[in-house]
């Protein structure tokens, strides 16, 4: 099957960088969110983005306008009805995410592929309030989707095979490296990464070295760009705390138990970056 037209639920950052990857690869958009101001800040944030591009030499202005030109914006379920494929790019929360997949299967046709960009949501538990769990799929693009070359593409017990294949062609398009993996809790990028972090934490809070000393223990030994620390507070505390919580739940594994200190820090409101502080203050 061939992917012409996407569709995108969400203009937000996530829903904004699969849209400006899909424009750039020749890949007509079709984006939407709940309110016509959600959906201009979203083309604004991808037209930003293309400029700075356009500063590196690595895009002409030719290309920044015919990108634009294949992404339309709608606050109307109906528009994305043209699409071959929809991803859900909505908040990482289950509950919203169920109300739109139920919605988008109502309306879609029965050959499109519904995909949910999801870092920790069940991939078999969302197609089956669908009636097309067969064509349902995961898609975790990773964030600044523009810039990350990683796709996880996340196989369903119900996903077809034509589905996985359709979905992995379009990545490769997009000019992504997919790995394609079985639905599990974390599926395999934050089942590794999240629990390094904590583990950071469990160093910290041991006092076995400062948090400098430990994120640039991480970068120099292991050859991370980032420390896991410094990483940490850019994803957000709450969020490796909640993933932590999800995975103990799901495993039933001591081995997943979140550090004391993780879930101090939380609760005193340091949530890293977006609350201007976190193990470090910015």
């Given at each position: 099957m061939a992917i012409q037209t996407v569709g995108i639920v969400g203009a937000g950052t996530m829903g904004n960088g699969i849209a400006q990857a899909c424009a750039v690869s020749g890949i007509n958009v079709v984006m939407v969110d709940i309110s016509e101001a959600a959906v201009q800040k979203g083309l604004a944030t991808v037209a930003a983005s293309l400029d700075r591009l356009i500063k590196k030499e690595k895009l002409t202005e030719a290309d920044k306008t015919a990108a634009l030109?294949?992404?339309?914006?709608?606050?109307?379920y109906d528009e994305l009805k043209s699409a071959n494929l929809v991803i859900e790019a909505a908040t990482e929360n289950q509950e919203i995410k169920i109300k739109i997949l139920k919605q988008l299967d109502e309306m879609l046709g029965s050959d499109v592929i519904v995909a949910t960009n999801t870092s920790?949501?069940?991939?078999?538990?969302l197609a089956a309030v669908t009636g097309r769990a067969d064509r349902f799929i995961g898609m975790h693009f990773f964030n600044p989707v523009p810039m990350m070359a990683l796709v996880e593409i996340i196989v369903g017990l119900q996903t077809s095979d034509a589905t996985r294949d359709a979905v992995k062609a379009l990545a490769e398009r997009l000019g992504k490296t997919p790995i394609i993996v079985k639905n599990a809790p974390g599926f395999v990028v934050n089942r590794i990464l999240v629990p390094m972090i904590n583990e950071a934490f469990f160093v910290l809070a041991e006092g076995l070295a400062s948090a400098e000393d430990i994120d640039a223990g991480m970068k120099l030994g292991c050859n991370q760009p980032i420390g896991p620390l410094a990483l940490a507070d850019m994803i957000g505390l709450d969020v490796c705390l909640a993933v932590m919580e999800v995975y103990l739940k799901e495993f039933g594994d001591s081995k997943y138990r979140p550090c004391p200190l993780l879930k101090e820090m939380v609760a005193a409101g340091r949530l890293g970056r977006k609350s201007g502080a976190g193990v470090y203050t910015y």
């Amino acid at each position: 099957m061939a992917i012409q037209t996407v569709g995108i639920v969400g203009a937000g950052t996530m829903g904004n960088g699969i849209a400006q990857a899909c424009a750039v690869s020749g890949i007509n958009v079709v984006m939407v969110d709940i309110s016509e101001a959600a959906v201009q800040k979203g083309l604004a944030t991808v037209a930003a983005s293309l400029d700075r591009l356009i500063k590196k030499e690595k895009l002409t202005e030719a290309d920044k306008t015919a990108a634009l030109g294949r992404i339309q914006v709608s606050t109307s379920y109906d528009e994305l009805k043209s699409a071959n494929l929809v991803i859900e790019a909505a908040t990482e929360n289950q509950e919203i995410k169920i109300k739109i997949l139920k919605q988008l299967d109502e309306m879609l046709g029965s050959d499109v592929i519904v995909a949910t960009n999801t870092s920790s949501i069940s991939i078999t538990q969302l197609a089956a309030v669908t009636g097309r769990a067969d064509r349902f799929i995961g898609m975790h693009f990773f964030n600044p989707v523009p810039m990350m070359a990683l796709v996880e593409i996340i196989v369903g017990l119900q996903t077809s095979d034509a589905t996985r294949d359709a979905v992995k062609a379009l990545a490769e398009r997009l000019g992504k490296t997919p790995i394609i993996v079985k639905n599990a809790p974390g599926f395999v990028v934050n089942r590794i990464l999240v629990p390094m972090i904590n583990e950071a934490f469990f160093v910290l809070a041991e006092g076995l070295a400062s948090a400098e000393d430990i994120d640039a223990g991480m970068k120099l030994g292991c050859n991370q760009p980032i420390g896991p620390l410094a990483l940490a507070d850019m994803i957000g505390l709450d969020v490796c705390l909640a993933v932590m919580e999800v995975y103990l739940k799901e495993f039933g594994d001591s081995k997943y138990r979140p550090c004391p200190l993780l879930k101090e820090m939380v609760a005193a409101g340091r949530l890293g970056r977006k609350s201007g502080a976190g193990v470090y203050t910015y």
